[in-house]
């Protein structure tokens, strides 16, 4: 191909790409992507783990809720577990962390992501439920850096909920789109996350008593019935 007829095709092929690569599939945060129950957002998950106790899958999400959402917070006094597994029968904790929207050089767009997270364990079935939902935008910087001032604070029930975040078309709206997309991927790692936790402590186990190397990266769960 001569060098004229490849700038005519890449002429032909990169606004294509372009036009492509601009185009969002926004299907997955539509109507009904944030659930509400009597006028609350409340994300559920509920999945099972036939080859472990109640008490095995407590002490489990007791550590991946204190030891990995909770740790891996913004270190505050909103960042906290509420209950544990001695005497109580909901795991609890309130969550605040940084949701990043864009990053580029010398400009940061993120917001304080805060929730509450909850989880109960019965006849080896777990139930996490995350409500509470609300975001610290806005706040004054110092140096880049957040000072916790100035801010505003917006309620998941009032930003990115349907009546709020779509539009007559059942689009998105512009100003809280980033916000609801962000949100409901960012449950869902959570709540994957949770499974494919059992799935490596569970698969580990198996492993030590094989001599086998630790099983590390989960491909396909085996161990956790939804």
């Not at 890449?10 to 790409?17: A, K, Q, R, T």
């Not at 036009?19 to 997955?28: E, F, L, V, W």
């Not at 550590?63 to 891996?72: E, F, G, I, P, T």
């Not at 109580?88 to 929207?101: C, G, K, Q």
Request: net charge positive.
């Amino acid at each position: 191909m001569s060098m004229k007829n490849l700038f005519l095709v890449l002429l032909l092929v990169i606004p294509v790409c372009i036009c492509a690569k601009g185009k969002r599939d926004d299907t997955p945060y539509l109507k009904g992507a944030v659930p509400m129950e009597n006028g609350i957002v409340v994300f559920r998950k509920s999945f099972r783990i036939p080859t472990q106790n109640d008490t095995q899958i407590r002490e489990n999400m007791l550590y991946y809720v204190k030891d990995v959402l909770v740790a891996n917070g913004l270190k505050d006094a909103f960042t906290r577990m509420q209950m544990g597994v001695n005497g109580e029968d909901t795991i609890s904790a309130r969550v605040e962390e940084w949701m990043i929207f864009e990053k580029k050089f010398l400009y940061l767009d993120k917001t304080r992501f805060r929730y509450q997270v909850n989880v109960t364990v019965s006849d080896q079935r777990v139930n996490m439920w995350i409500t509470q939902v609300s975001y610290y935008y806005r706040e004054n910087w110092d140096e880049m850096q957040p000072t916790g001032e100035g801010g505003e604070i917006l309620r998941a029930e009032e930003w990115i909920d349907d009546a709020h975040c779509l539009n007559k078309k059942g689009k998105l709206a512009w100003g809280s789109a980033r916000f609801r997309r962000k949100t409901v991927d960012r449950v869902k790692a959570i709540f994957d996350n949770a499974m494919d936790m059992f799935e490596q402590k569970i698969q580990e186990q198996k492993d030590q008593e094989d001599g086998k190397v630790k099983f590390v990266e989960v491909k396909k769960r085996k161990f956790v019935e939804e």
